[in-house]
């Protein structure tokens, strides 16, 4: 149950960061998930 807690919390942390950076630079992080999907599909291909 502990692990299950510690995973939550863990999440909890990281959308609580994510949310932070998304607020301070919506443009950044739009451009860096594009660049990531990007290379996941010349990975592909």
């Known amino acids: 149950m502990s692990i299950i807690n510690a995973i939550i919390q863990r999440i909890q ?3 609580f960061v994510w949310k932070r950076v ?3 630079d919506p443009l950044e992080i739009t451009f860096s998930v594009l660049l ?4 996941l599909g010349v ?3």
Do not use: P, Q, T
Not at 36 to 39: E, V, Y
């Open 36 to 39: 990531i999907l990007a290379c």
């Open 13 to 15: 942390k990281e959308v």
């Open 22 to 24: 998304f607020m301070r």
């Open 43 to 45: 990975i592909i291909l």
